[in-house]
């Protein structure tokens, strides 16, 4: 499933418009950095509650397909303008980490 697809359908909100649509190929949970950049593999979604600027480079640096900001966390203007400098999809949404997991999972994204 591609990501656009599944944002849709999970109804996460785009923190900017993209036409990036890429394939997704698993998911990791994780909000220390340097765990995630040891541990996500390219074309994962990203699920974090973090909202600084170093996602981005995180996403880029692995190649993520997106990230995913849980819980509500307001992210940082800078954050979005450099997701879209990069052309790195972002969405947010009020639910947890665990739900959105939850709801991948059930819709084949492992």
Sequence with gaps: MNCLKFAE???LKPL???DKNIEVEGVY???LLSVVMSK???NYVWITIQ???NIVAVAELLELACIIVVEGMNVEKETVEKAKELNIP???TQESAYNIACKLSSMGVK
């Design 29 to 31: 949970i994780g909000d």
């Design 51 to 53: 909202t600084h600027i």
């Design 90 to 92: 972002i969405f947010s």
């Design 9 to 11: 359908l999970l109804q």
């Design 16 to 18: 900017y418009e993209t």
């Design 40 to 42: 996500a593999k390219e």
